[in-house]
T-cell receptor
Framework: AQSVTQPDIHITVSEGASLELRCNYSYGATPYLFWYVQSPGQGLQLLLKYFSGDTLVQGIKGFEAEFKRSQSSFNLRKPSVHWSDAAEYFCAVGAGDYKLSFGAGTTVTVRA | DAGVTQSPTHLIKTRGQQVTLRCSPISGHKSVSWYQQVLGQGPQFIFQ???????GRGNFPDRFSARQFPNYSSELNVNALLLGDSALYLC??????????FGQGTRLTVV
């Protein structure tokens, strides 16, 4: 069965600084990988996804993520954070079937 | 295009009661999945339905059931509610497997 670990529960970053959120997955074959963002009390919005091909994936809102098979990682990055990026971020892995397994999430706080 | 819509947005129930949550998928999507998100945790998979058939079920008790209608909308039912069922219930629709689009969720509080 697949699983996801997000090692950082909470990250605080200054506005304009860079952001990196870590995600490690466990799955025997090539995974389908996703990053979602959730604002308080809201549903999940898909930021980006990786299915195959180029290991550097561009998403919405200026986010990108890099798939590293050797490290079983799919870290999310943004070069310059805006106050509106404060939210909870979830990494998820799928096996090509119907089910997504999510990490516990990382809460991002942006300070002025 | 309208996204995934869920109703109601919030509700409060008493222990032992039953609840029905509703979900309308994005037009053209035939797959609907349900997830439970307890406060402070990531979403946990409950069910997926495709073309009105159950394709998968997560590790939830039989008190949880679901169905999908001919128009691809779906209902999630939870019987004999427990305090621990308090959560945000998320519905997601998909056209292709694993590319899930989520609704805003239904916040269920059990008192």
């Amino acid at each position: 069965a697949q699983s996801v670990t997000q090692p950082d529960i909470h990250i605080t970053v200054s506005e304009g600084a860079s952001l990196e959120l870590r995600c490690n997955y466990s799955y025997g074959a090539t995974p389908y990988l996703f990053w979602y963002v959730q604002s308080p009390g809201q549903g999940l919005q898909l930021l980006l996804k990786y299915f195959s091909g180029d290991t550097l994936v561009q998403g919405i809102k200026g986010f990108e993520a890099e798939f590293k098979r050797s490290q079983s990682s799919f870290n999310l990055r943004k070069p310059s954070v805006h106050w509106s990026d404060a939210a909870e971020y979830f990494c998820a892995v799928g096996a090509g079937d119907y089910k997504l397994s999510f990490g516990a999430g990382t809460t991002v706080t942006v300070r002025a | 295009d309208a996204g995934v819509t869920q109703s109601p947005t919030h509700l409060i129930k008493t222990r032992g009661q039953q609840v029905t949550l509703r979900c309308s998928p994005i037009s053209g999507h035939k797959s609907v999945s349900w997830y439970q998100q307890v406060l402070g945790q990531g979403p946990q998979f409950i069910f997926q339905y495709y073309e009105k058939e159950e394709r998968g079920r997560g590790n939830f008790p039989d008190r949880f059931s679901a169905r999908q209608f001919p128009n691809y909308s779906s209902e999630l039912n939870v019987n004999a509610l427990l305090l621990g069922d308090s959560a945000l219930y998320l519905c997601a629709s998909s056209f292709l497997d694993n590319e899930a689009f989520f609704g805003q969720g239904t916040r269920l509080t059990v008192v």
